[in-house]
């Protein structure tokens, strides 16, 4: 499938952010995951096996949540890099003295295998690919047919009052843009996804100090604009960006993206077009006429 990356992506920054340790999932990330989750409700499939993609970005406080809500389906736990993978390990393993230890389907912590999955679960991580569409591809080949997809990213008014402050200072964009939930619908479909639904909400978030603000980004992710600044900046540069957000109100809007798609059954080959001259089509009936003569 021919793939175009996002023009606004750097690839080598988005590979160093991937590259990064783990950190504890941010709240904004755990609070897009519950209400993606409140969202299973309305889906009476069950699926015997599910994959938790990039839970330790995602979201290792909605892992409880899915395995609560689906306790006798087998889990894939999947993280690209090996320190993710023994991070999560750590936080989502049961105690030995919880009894359902020994009840519960088996969690692997591993990449799931193609066709191996009914559900797919990626909280907030696609807007961080290099290229989503690669990515979107692994999702459709881990999922068996009539397998579903969730996932959530985020939308282009994100970090509107940040974008508005930096363009009015003459800076370069504080992010990478944030691609439309209608261009991600038309991506599932080339992916081979079906039916795609999509949604959108906005959440604003409140600080009491431009330093906790800043906090809360770079928690987030990170600026992969291949035009943002080219080297680190100074004391005096942080002390204006903290004077100026003084000056406005403390919040910034998320534009949360969420989607749902499934997996159909592959489509029959059509062969292709035979034509034919009108003695060729008469020699054909006249030998099938001989042939159904003859005993």
């Known amino acids: 499938m021919p793939t175009q990356r996002p023009p606004t992506i750097d690839p080598q920054a988005a590979q160093r952010w991937q590259q990064m340790p783990p950190a504890l999932s941010p709240w ?65 393993a049961k105690p030995w003295w919880q009894p359902t230890r020994w009840t519960d389907k088996a969690t692997h912590f591993a990449l799931p295998g193609e066709g191996s999955v009914q559900m797919l679960w990626a909280n907030m991580t696609l807007h961080m690919a290099a290229d989503p569409q690669v990515l979107m591809a692994q999702w459709h080949r881990a999922l068996a047919v009539d397998g579903f997809l969730m996932f959530s990213c985020l939308g282009p008014d994100t970090l509107q009052e940040l974008r508005g402050l930096y363009q009015a200072l003459g800076w370069p964009a504080p992010s990478h ?36 603000l800043l906090q809360e980004l770079r928690g987030l992710g990170r600026n992969l604009q291949p035009q943002r600044f080219s080297g680190l900046r100074g004391r005096q540069w942080r002390e204006q960006l903290h004077q100026e957000l003084e000056r406005l109100p403390l919040q910034l809007t998320f534009e949360v993206i969420y989607g749902h798609a499934f997996k159909p059954a592959p489509r029959l080959t059509v062969r292709a077009e035979t034509v034919l001259s009108l003695a060729q089509m008469r020699e054909t009936l006249n030998q099938r006429k001989t042939f159904s003569r003859n005993p």
């Open 28 to 92: 904004l990330h755990e609070e897009v995951a519950r209400r993606m989750e409140e969202r299973l409700a309305w889906i009476k499939r069950q699926p015997e096996s599910w994959a938790h993609w990039d839970p330790v970005r995602g979201g290792l406080q909605a892992h409880a949540l899915l395995a609560q809500r689906y306790p006798h389906a087998e889990c894939f736990v999947a993280e690209a890099r090996k320190e993710n993978a023994q991070y999560a390990a750590k936080q989502i």
């Open 177 to 212: 843009d944030f691609t439309d939930m209608h261009d991600w619908g038309d991506m599932l479909g080339a992916a081979g996804f079906a039916e795609p639904v999509m949604d959108m909400e906005r959440i604003t978030l409140t600080f009491e100090t431009p330093q906790r």
